[in-house]
């Protein structure tokens, strides 16, 4: 988990979300569209279509796109899209996986692979870092709706295993089968979540040198700028100097 939120810090501190937006979006109301094509388009009683809804009201995505990607699951031209994971290891070791969303399952594994090469990594079986792995339901909040006792302690209530409080807000983390309930719980308290979802929760932590760290951020922004892939997660450690660096 250390390289994923290492990854997004970065990636916000350089604006780098502004400029890829329109490609973001497009990613969301697919997620959307999936959701609601799999289960029932009312959020209320679709858990995954309500975390897919969470994640593009926290981007800003407008509140008719949010519609229209819920109504194309409705109608006969929704795309096929067939969920796959990727797993592999990048420089200096690091474990990822990716999940990708895809209508060309060769073209999607052939760019992924590809990707792994140019880096210095390599694609590998699924199952093969899976394992280093656990996954996990994530609840997020900012640092406004409480401090870290209260949060800590609705979330031992909800049902919940884990809780990093920080200055950028509160993670509470629990099995992935109780993240509807976790959820719905806190949000009683302190009102609606800014995230919910599924996630691959590394571990441990593998530290890399800076170099392979350069080449290992390159490596996630690479495959997070893929048209078919919808999120990326990593096992690595990058050291302060290389953060600040990465981040001017």
Same mark, same amino acid.
């Given at each position: ?21 329109? +490609? ?20 209320a009683m ?10 593009? +009201?926290?981007? #800003? ?10 109504? +194309? ?21 690091a474990a ?11 073209? *999607?594994? #052939? ?14 079986? $699924? ?49 992935? $089968?109780?993240?509807?309930?976790? *959820? ?7 009102? @609606? ?10 571990? $441990? ?15 996630? @922004? ?27």
């Open positions: 988990m250390a390289g994923h939120s290492q990854f997004k810090n970065i990636m916000h501190r350089k604006g780098r979300v502004d400029a890829q937006r329109s +490609k973001l979006f497009s990613k969301l109301a697919r997620e959307i569209t999936v959701a609601a094509k799999m289960g029932m388009p009312d959020p679709n858990p995954r279509l309500r975390a897919a809804i969470l994640a593009a +009201k926290a981007q #800003s995505m407008p509140k008719d796109n949010i519609e229209r990607a819920i109504k +194309k699951s409705q109608g006969g031209d929704a795309e096929n899209y067939e969920e796959i994971r990727y797993e592999g290891y990048g420089p200096g070791g990822v996986i990716i999940e990708a969303m895809t209508d060309n399952r060769n073209r *999607t594994a #052939s760019d992924i692979r590809s990707t792994f090469t140019k880096a210095g990594g390599n694609l590998a079986e $699924t199952g093969a870092v899976a394992f280093m792995f656990d996954r996990v339901g994530i609840v997020e909040y900012g640092p406004e709706v409480g401090d870290a006792d209260a949060m800590l302690e609705a979330a031992i209530e909800a049902g919940a295993d884990d809780v990093v409080s920080s200055e950028a807000g509160h993670e509470v983390y629990c099995a992935d $089968t109780a993240l509807g309930e976790v *959820t719905k719980a806190l949000e009683e308290r302190f009102g @609606e979540a800014r995230r919910s979802a599924l996630i691959w929760k590394a571990q $441990t932590a593998v530290a890399v040198d800076d170099e392979a760290g350069e080449k290992l951020m390159k490596l996630m @922004e690479t495959l997070e700028d893929h048209d078919d892939v919808q999120n990326v997660y990593a096992n690595f450690e990058l050291s302060d100097a290389l953060m600040e660096k990465l981040s001017a």
